[in-house]
């Protein structure tokens, strides 16, 4: 069974372990990286204030175990944004991430937002084909073409269905 929770900053210890996990299994996946969450970047102030900070971050659980996350910003400008879904590669084509996604786009509806917005990695077709399916469209690169990094904008109307 899938279950999506909302955390804060008191859920830090928990979310440490998802988030350094994801940060060494998928570092593409995320704007910060691993080097920054460790040594002196961990310590508990640093969790606690990005969770304080962060509006939404949710994590799924599967069978009772947490197994995925994603954090959401906004709504600004209408638009919630996604960033950092992960889910342990274990527990993936299972529909974590889809279930994740479904409860962040609820989230936006709630706070009124009108479209949700995302950047992914051009060759990341796994996660390419979950936000088609959760009824994203491609709206082309968003890097100059000299870019190592080549990503592609992904967005969703959020009106009721
Ligand atoms: C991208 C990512 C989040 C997808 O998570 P996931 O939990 O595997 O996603 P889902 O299970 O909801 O969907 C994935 C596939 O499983 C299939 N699936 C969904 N529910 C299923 C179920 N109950 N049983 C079997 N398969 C299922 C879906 O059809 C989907 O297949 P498709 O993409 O061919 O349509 C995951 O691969 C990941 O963490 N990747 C590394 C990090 C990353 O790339 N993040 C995105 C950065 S933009």
Known sequence: MIVVRRIGPDDWQE????RLAGLAEAPYAFRSTLEEWSGTGDIEEHWRTWLDDIPLTL??????RPVGMVCVTGPDSCEIELAAIWV???????????ALVEAALD????????????EVLEENLAAIDLYRRMGFMDRGPTRASDDPYQTRAMTRDLAPD
Request: aromatic residues 6%; hydrophobic residues 40%; charged residues 25%.
């Open 88 to 98: 342990a590669p274990g527990a993936r084509g299972k529909g974590v991430g889809g």
């Open 107 to 118: 989230w936006g509806r709630d706070q009124g937002a009108e479209r949700a917005v995302l």
């Open 59 to 64: 994590v799924a659980d599967l069978d009772g």
């Open 15 to 18: 979310w440490r372990v998802l």
